[in-house]
């Protein structure tokens, strides 16, 4: 197994006595696309930042391709795209002025054929300054400007956010365009839960500035169950199953949220627990998301009662 | 090919599940003949913007069911059916299925004779279609 491109240690921070990531320790291998995911405020722009030497962790550590966040060198650097949150250019720019101003970071990787058909694909003038741009076509260039130096390690923050449908989705081609490419990664947080099922073969959760999941997004689909047993009387007062994570009664029906727990468990505790029927819902990743990350005795915000 | 292929993100079933269940309909309506090549993984993955390894996982999927088989450094291709495992298990598995349909169906309140007019039309959907493939609109 070879080195993480990207690992952090305890990494923690606090916006004085706002605790935003909390001892965040993870580890992503080279070649796979990741997303990123968790609530809003769950701490991920934080991490990001972070993770770039962008902000001083209050404690831990980060290393990006095994140099440490807050000693980047140039020539790491180089080795990393890094695309913000709502693509923040320099706003007086012209298009190709921002391309040659970039290029000057990366020196001999900027794709100079890459970029300009990205922009020409795109439809874009290259004299035209970013602030006569819309927020689309800003955000287009900032995916080619992203993609043009081939970075080994491509880190964006919640590209997508607030783009149509078709933007969208040259990112995600982008992104398939990249990893296509030998040892190429990419880490992106997003809210559209379908994306990241669409692209990504891992998957990193954080809620409240703490990790609650890293791993392939197969297993990570596996894992997280919704399960609903019926009983003839009543309900069991004691909900003793493994891996449990929600519990919601009604008067003879139980629901259950569990993570890791084996389908022959489940069988065995309905057996032990005299439930009439059981059966295993089946969940998309968004349900699995908003169970995963709801407090603890989470209940929906609107109930009806039985008619 | 890619074109005919329908990724569905959200609904629940996984993104290599889609892509190998597609696959394996259109090889048993003969869109797909024995022989055919199954597009390279990255070709395929960049058309239908999905990750490789999810394409590569429905393609080892497709070749456990014994429906292609890959061969190293020339890509994957529809299997000869005569050669296709198809053991006592895998009959075993069929008939529980079935099973399950016609209870369903017997439930319902259908006649058997319902039953197997059901199964007709839908096996005619499969087998009388021509062999030429679908459309691009299909």
Redesign the interface.
Known sequence: MTEPVLQTEGLTKYYGSVLAVDHLDLAIPRGC?CGFVGRNGAGKTTAIKLMLGLLRPTAGSSRLLGCDSAALTPAIRQRIGYVTEGHRLFRWMSIAELEKFQRSFFAKQWDDKFFADMIEYFDLPKKRKIKHLSNGERAQVSLALALAPNPELLIMDDPTLGLDAAIR?QF??GM??L??REGRTVLFSSHI???V?????RIVVIDKGVLRANCSL?EF?KAVKKVILSFADSTPAEVDIDGLLHCRRSEKELELILVSTADDHIAEWADKTGAEKYHIV?????DQFIEFTAPANHKRMFRWEEI | MALWIQ?L???????YAQVAEQISEAIAKGELASGDKLPAV?KL??EL??????VA?AYSRLEQAGLVTTKTGSGTYVSDPKLRRSDAADINILTERMDTLITRGLNLGLESEDIIAMFKARIDKFVSKPKAGRGKND
């Open positions: 696309i989705r995600l081609e398939i365009e990893i296509m839960l379908g994306d099922e669409r692209v990504s073969d197969e689909r089946k969940m998309n990743l968004e | 990724i993100p959200g609904s629940g079933k996984p993104i990255r993955a960049a913007v999905i990750n490789p390894n999810t996982r």
